[in-house]
């Protein structure tokens, strides 16, 4: 059991007035969400972000080099 299951809140590129209040310009409520990555989901736009602060790092490939 892991705790990632949280929303959280991220910054997003979509334009929402309501969250430009309440969390700060840009900023945007994200939803957790497994598929197609572990990551979150912009609940404005359904952007889905895999960068999220509090992601545990299930597949660590970050030293993939082009
Ligand atoms: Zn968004």
Redesign the pocket.
């Known amino acids: 059991m892991t705790d990632i299951l949280q929303a959280t809140i991220l910054r ?3 334009i ?1 007035l309501f969250q430009d209040k309440q969390y700060g310009k840009g900023m ?1 409520l994200h939803n957790p969400c497994l598929k197609p990555q572990p990551g979150y989901r ?6 889905h972000q895999s960068h999220g602060q509090s992601v545990a790092p299930l597949t660590p490939k970050e030293t993939k080099k082009g």
Do not use: D
């Open positions: 997003c590129t979509c929402h945007r912009c609940t404005v736009c359904g952007a």
